[in-house]
T-cell receptor
């Protein structure tokens, strides 16, 4: 079955450490996205990529970095510069950058800073 | 840039109807609707691309008023399975359809 796989499901990080969240899709979608979800704030866009080797910052990119070396993979690194990284992170993809057919979401990674 | 959703929460009995609204301060290219159950990924319900367009999905339908820059999601004869948080996502015309912004969500609870 085609879909998006995010790993790990739960992640604990010590302050000052960088961590990388994995996102892999086998839908052959061109565009991929990272969103952060906090209680009462909905989903906020971190980064998005419409094609391989290209990506753009979203509304809350500070303290995060991404890469898109392969079509199927869009990992997100949460750096020590991110002041409040504890949140639920969702990866999504769409057939193309227009999003005209809707987004497919992964099951998310819950990151907790300890 | 994020759309505004209302109400924040709704509690229904099975069989009752509900309306969830989504409004934007800027001209919209499209409106998406998603449902997320607790601890799960949001699931795509429908997309509306043209002003005045209405779409249906089982007993869940939506309308898009391009002039008012708003969309409404209609849930009729609600079922227990409709419980969850509903998000609207909007794409703005000025950004040439790129990237989507989501509202804060409406938590819908359907009770027996």
């Amino acid at each position: 079955d085609g879909g998006i796989t995010q790993s790990p499901k739960y992640l604990f990080r010590k302050e000052g450490q960088n961590v990388t969240l994995s996102c892999e899709q086998n839908l052959n979608h061109d565009a991929m996205y990272w969103y952060r979800q906090d209680p009462g704030q909905g989903l906020r866009l971190i980064y998005y990529s419409q094609i391989v080797n290209d990506f753009q910052k979203g509304d809350i990119a500070e303290g995060y970095s991404v890469s898109r070396e392969k079509k199927e993979s869009f990992p997100l690194t949460v750096t020590s510069a991110q002041k409040n990284p504890t949140a639920f992170y969702l990866c999504a993809s769409s057939i193309d950058g227009t999003g005209g057919y809707g987004y497919t979401f992964g099951s998310g990674t819950r990151l907790t800073v300890v | 840039q994020q759309p505004v959703q209302s109400p924040q929460a709704v509690i229904l009995r099975e069989g009752e109807d509900a309306v969830i609204n989504c409004s934007s301060s800027k001209a919209l290219y499209s409106v998406h609707w998603y449902r997320q159950k607790h601890g799960e990924a949001p699931v795509f319900l429908m997309i509306l691309l043209k002003g005045g367009e209405q779409k249906g999905h089982e007993k869940i339908s939506a309308s898009f008023n391009e002039k008012k820059q708003q969309s409404s999601l209609y849930l009729t004869a609600s079922q227990l399975s409709y419980s969850g948080t509903y998000f609207c996502g909007t794409q703005l015309k000025e950004y040439n359809n790129n990237d989507m912004r989501f509202g804060a969500g409406t938590r819908l609870t359907v009770k027996p």
